[in-house]
């Protein structure tokens, strides 16, 4: 990806609500497609991937992402948000095939879990 | 398994001085990334050792910076001298050989906080 935009940089929901955080990406070739997410005073820890086989790509924790290249969209959705959910999430992109396999992170959506 | 692991955690420093930050990468990984998060602003790639080599250093910011990796086993970056827009968490990241992704996971280590002051 050439680009990775996280719509949001703060996301509050309640204990048992949906979590929806947003990603669109930019790129002129199928890009791979991550979410990580780091807990506080952690380091990043991968939770799910995107690498062209499913569009629907289920990760740790409940978490899951949909592909949808007619929106170039990866949003990350949890049915149910839980307490320790709280963290900072990153939406990252990579074209594969390159010189190295970097990751081109967006901004980063700290999600707040209200009781 | 020992994840990637990160030193110092966290570090203050004066401008002009100079620091070290060392990764110790997943035993068995030959790439190892480095990435830098200025404060309120994105996650951006550094460098890129395959063992030994440096494979991309397109992200390294000016000449300040030197990153090694002797032996293709643990690798310092650091800075000289430290300037005020250097602080921010770096990271250091690995994966297993070769670039196929279906299954080399980049693991991060929790990053060195780093303030010049």
């Known amino acids: 990806a050439q680009s990775v935009t996280q719509l949001g940089s703060h996301v509050s929901v309640s204990e048992g609500a949906l979590v929806l955080l947003r990603c669109n990406y930019s790129s002129s070739v199928p890009p791979y497609l991550f979410w990580y997410v780091q807990y506080p005073n952690q380091g990043l820890q991968l939770l799910l991937k995107?690498?062209?086989?499913?569009?629907l790509v289920k990760g740790i924790n409940g978490f899951e992402a949909e592909f949808k290249k007619s929106e170039t969209s990866f949003h990350l959705t949890k049915p149910s948000a839980h307490m320790s959910d709280a963290a900072e999430y990153f939406c990252a992109g990579m074209n594969y095939g390159g010189a190295t396999n970097k990751l081109i992170f967006g901004t980063g959506t700290l999600l707040a879990v209200q009781p | 398994e020992a994840g990637v692991t990160q030193f110092p955690s966290h570090s203050v420093i004066e401008k002009g001085q100079t620091v070290t930050l060392r990764c110790d990468p997943i035993s068995g990984h030959d790439n190892l990334y480095w990435y830098r998060r200025v404060m309120g602003k994105e996650i951006k790639f550094l460098l890129h050792f395959v063992k030994e080599s440096k494979q991309d250093e397109s992200g390294m910011p000016n000449n300040r910076f030197l990153a090694e990796r002797t032996g293709g086993t643990y690798s310092t970056l650091k800075v000289q001298p430290a300037e005020l827009e250097d602080s921010g968490v770096y990271f250091c990241a690995s994966s297993q050989e070769g670039r196929s992704l279906s299954g080399n996971t980049i693991y991060f280590g929790e990053g060195s906080w780093l303030t010049v002051v």
């Open positions: 995107y690498t062209s086989a499913a569009t």
